[in-house]
C-alpha cells in the first residue's frame, strides 16, 4: 500500500496538532507557516498532551506554497476568516488525484473549496479537539482528539463511504486520532452546528462561559431554542436528528467544564469572528429554504455589530 | 378654585425636578426622601436647568410616609424596582378623593397601584425629559420636560379626559411644564415602548449609544424588527399605531445626539434594570394574546442573565 504525503495548511491549534501526530507516526507531512515559519523551521514542534507530550526537534516548514511538494491530503486548518487566501495557496500543492481535507467549522466552506480544485478533490473534516497554540510552534492539548471524516459532493449531497476516506481514517488511527467515518457530511455538520451557533454566539454577546449560560434558566432555554432553529433548517434539507438529540447536547454541556467557545476566545483577542461559517451561512440555508428562524436572526445581527466594533475599537 | 397639594415619592432625577418645578410655581409639595433625607431637609433642592437654574432652599422633606399630611396627587417618580415599597407608602398620603399619578416608564403597572388605592384613583403619566441626579438635592435637567397623562380604568380601558386630569394638566403648565392630555393612556404606554423596549434593551445587550445601534445596519435592522414586534402586541389590544410611526422613530433616534438610555446606565451603576415594566410586562401581555414575539422574548431572556450577574457580579 502507497503512504500518502500530507500537507497542513495552518499549523495552529488544530492543524499544528494533527500534522505533528500524523508525523510522529511515520507519515510525510510539510507544514506552511507565516508568523511561525522562523522558529518551526529552526526549532520545530513542541505538542503538550495528557496522552503524552512530545516534540519533533524537526519538520518539513514553509512560508511559499510554491517551495512545497504536490500532497495526497492538503489539510486546511485556518480559522475560515483567512479562507481568501486558498485560491492562491491550494492549486500548488494538491496532487491530480490528491485531496483537500478541511477541519474547519461551519457550513457551506466545501463549496467554495470545490471552486478551486474542483468537487472532485473535497473532503469534510469535523474536529471534536480542545487545543490551544501557547507558543511560536507549541501547542497544548487539553482534551479530546476525534475527526469525524466525510466526502464532499455538490449541495452536500450524501457521499457514501469511500476507498481514500477509509485509507485517510487509517492513517489517522495509526496516529492514535479516533475516526469517525460518515457517508453524509451535511448532517455531521448540521450536528455541529446544534451546539456551535447557540454556545459560540451567546458567549460572545452575553461575555459568558458555557457554565454561566445553562445556570441561568432564561440562557438555558434560550439555547435550546437557538438549537431547536438550528434542527428546523437541518430538517428542511431532509436532515433529521434524532429526537433527543437538543436534550443530549444540554445534558453533555451541562456536564462540561467552563469552557469559553472558539469564538469568545477570537473575541477576546480581537481577532475576527467566524461568524459568516458559523451563524452566517446556516441562517442563509434557512433564508433559501423559506425557514423562519428569528432567534439566530437576532444573534446573528448582534455579533455582526459587534464583530464590527471589536475589529475597530481596541478597549 | 381650590387649589391641589402634591406628594413626590422619589425625589431623584424625574419626581425632583417635577416637584421642585411644581412648587416655584407656587403650589403645595411635600417631598418623600430616603437617603438624601438630611441633606435636602436642610438644604434644599437645587436644579441645574438649561430653561434657568434655580435652588429652593427649603422644602417640605420627609422621611416617613406617617409624618405627610395626604395629599389631592401623590406623583410616583421612583425606579419601578422599588415598587414592592408602593404597599406601605400610599395609603396614608393619598386624599380620599385624591389620585395617585404614575410617573414611569413601562407597562402593566397601574393595575398594581389600583389594587393598593382602588382603580379611581389612579393616573398614568408618560414624561419625556432628560435629567439626572448629579448629587443629593441636586438635579441637571438636560432637556425636554413634557408629560402626557392620562386616566387609569381597569384593563387599560380608554379613560377619556376627565376634569382632574385638566386640572392636574393646568398645575403643570403653569410651572412650565408641557402637557398633553391621552384619552387612551395604553396607546400612549404602547408608543413609548416602540422606542424604549429597543434602545434600552440593546443599549445593554450590547454595551452601546443609540447612535452606534443606528450606525450599524444589521443592529438598525434588529431595532426596527424589534419596533414591529411592539406594534404587533399593540394591534392585538386594538391599539393601532400610525403606520409610519416606527419610521418616524427611527427617524428620531437617528437625529438625537449620542445616548445612553436609562437602562444602560442603571446597568453601569450595578443598580437592578426595570426590566419587567419595560420588557417583562409587555412580553407577558404578548403571550396572553398569543402573538409570537421571538425577538423580544430573546431579548428578554438576555437581559434576565445580564441583570442577574450585574447583581451578584460587580467587575
Request: hydrophobic share 25%; no cysteine.
Given at each position: 500500500m502507497a503512504t500518502r504525503s500530507y500537507a497542513i495548511i495552518g499549523t495552529g491549534a488544530v492543524g499544528g496538532f494533527y500534522g505533528a501526530k500524523l508525523q510522529k507516526a511515520g507519515l510525510e507531512v510539510h507544514f506552511l507557516l507565516n508568523r511561525d515559519y522562523e522558529f518551526v523551521r529552526t526549532q520545530g514542534l513542541k505538542i503538550d498532551s495528557l496522552e503524552g507530550n512530545f516534540t519533533l526537534p524537526q519538520v518539513q516548514a514553509?512560508?511559499?506554497?510554491?517551495q512545497m511538494p504536490p500532497c495526497d491530503v492538503v489539510i486546511v486548518a485556518l480559522?475560515?476568516?483567512?479562507?481568501?487566501?486558498l485560491p492562491q495557496l491550494l492549486p500548488p500543492i494538491v496532487k491530480p488525484d490528491g485531496v483537500v481535507l478541511l477541519l474547519q467549522n461551519?457550513?457551506?466552506?466545501e463549496p467554495q473549496i470545490a471552486e478551486i480544485v474542483?468537487?472532485?478533490r473535497v473532503m469534510g473534516g469535523l474536529c471534536f479537539i480542545c487545543s490551544n497554540k501557547?507558543?511560536?510552534g507549541h501547542i497544548q492539548h487539553i482534551d479530546y482528539s476525534a475527526v469525524h471524516l466525510g466526502e464532499y459532493q455538490a449541495q452536500y449531497q450524501p457521499g457514501g463511504i469511500s476507498e481514500r476516506m477509509q485509507e485517510i481514517g487509517r492513517d489517522f488511527q495509526q496516529a492514535n486520532i479516533p475516526v469517525e467515518l460518515t457517508e453524509d457530511l451535511m448532517l455531521s455538520r448540521w450536528k455541529k452546528l446544534v451546539w456551535n451557533i447557540p454556545y459560540n454566539g451567546l458567549s460572545v454577546v452575553l461575555d459568558a462561559r458555557t457554565d454561566e449560560i445553562m445556570a441561568n434558566p432564561e440562557t438555558r432555554l434560550l439555547a435550546e431554542e437557538l438549537m431547536g432553529e438550528v434542527v428546523a433548517i437541518a430538517s428542511s434539507y431532509n436532515r433529521h436528528l434524532p429526537k433527543n438529540y437538543i436534550e443530549l447536547m444540554l445534558d453533555h454541556t451541562d456536564k462540561m467544564k467552563p469552557y469559553l467557545t472558539s469564538m469568545k476566545l477570537d473575541y477576546d483577542a480581537h481577532r475576527p469572528l467566524e461568524l459568516e461559517a458559523i451563524v452566517g451561512n446556516p441562517l442563509q440555508a434557512a433564508i433559501a429554504q423559506g425557514v423562519d428562524v428569528p432567534k439566530i436572526t437576532m444573534l446573528y445581527q448582534q455579533l455582526k455589530f459587534l464583530d464590527a466594533r471589536n475589529q475597530t475599537i481596541l478597549r
Open positions: 514553509y512560508n511559499d506554497v510554491h480559522k475560515t476568516t483567512h479562507n481568501y487566501l461551519g457550513l457551506n466552506v474542483g468537487e472532485k501557547v507558543g511560536p
